[in-house]
C-alpha cells in the first residue's frame, strides 16, 4: 500500500496529498498570489497615451508640431545667413581678381602696340575696339568678351578707369564700386594697395 504523502497523478504533483499534508495559511498564499497578480494592476509603466483624454492628446501633438517648426525655422534661418555671407565674399574676390589680375595682360599689350595705355576717356572699350586715330597700331581685340562689351561687376555695375591714375601715379587706375555702386567709398575694390593707418584716417 502506497503510503500518504507526496504522490503523483499522470506525472504531476497529487495537489490533494499536498493539502492533506500541508495547511496553507494567509501568510503562504500572500507569497504566492501577489506575484502572479501584481502584473494585472495597473501601474505608470502600464499607463499609455490611450488613457489619456482626447484633448490632452492633441495639445501634445500640437506642441510637438510648434517645436519641430522651430527647430526647423532656426536652421533655415542660419543657412540663409551662412549662404549670403558666402556668396558676399565670393563677389568681393571676383572684383579683385578682375581689377587687380584680369585685366593687366591686356592692358599692358595695347601699350606694346599702340605705345600707352587707354585714355580715360577712351576707357576700357579700347581693349574692344579701336579708338579713333589709333587704328593703325590697334591690332586686335585684347580682351576676350563674346558680347563685344567690357563685362560688368558682380554687382552689375560698369568697372571705372582712369588714366593717369590719382591712386597708381603713372599707371592706370581700374576699380569696382563695391555694392552701394557709388565711386570714391569705404567699399570700392582697386587695383591700389589698401591705405595704412595714418593715410585712411586723412
Not at 574676390?93 to 599692358?108: R, Y
Amino acid at each position: 500500500m502506497r503510503q500518504a504523502g507526496w504522490g503523483r497523478s499522470g506525472g504531476g504533483i497529487n495537489l490533494a496529498t499536498f493539502v492533506g499534508r500541508r495547511r496553507l495559511d494567509r501568510d503562504t498564499l500572500s507569497l504566492i498570489v501577489p506575484p502572479a497578480m501584481r502584473f494585472l494592476s495597473p501601474t505608470p509603466a502600464n499607463c499609455s497615451r490611450r488613457s489619456l483624454p482626447r484633448s490632452t492628446r492633441d495639445a501634445f501633438t500640437l506642441l510637438e508640431i510648434l517645436v519641430v517648426l522651430g527647430i526647423i525655422g532656426l536652421l533655415v534661418g542660419l543657412a540663409v545667413t551662412n549662404i549670403k555671407g558666402i556668396f558676399s565674399n565670393k563677389q568681393e574676390d571676383i572684383a579683385k581678381m578682375f581689377v587687380q589680375n584680369s585685366l593687366k595682360p591686356s592692358l599692358f599689350s595695347y601699350k606694346l602696340d599702340v605705345g600707352d595705355y587707354p585714355s580715360t576717356g577712351e576707357g576700357l572699350q579700347a581693349l574692344l575696339t579701336a579708338p579713333a586715330g589709333k587704328a593703325d597700331r590697334w591690332r586686335r581685340p585684347y580682351m576676350d568678351s563674346p558680347s563685344g562689351k567690357v563685362p560688368l561687376d558682380p554687382w552689375g555695375h560698369e568697372y571705372q578707369y582712369a588714366y593717369p591714375g590719382t591712386k597708381n601715379k603713372g599707371e592706370y587706375d581700374l576699380w569696382s564700386m563695391g555694392p552701394d555702386g557709388q565711386s570714391g567709398t569705404a567699399d570700392d575694390i582697386g587695383n591700389w594697395p589698401p591705405p595704412v593707418d595714418g593715410e585712411a584716417q586723412k
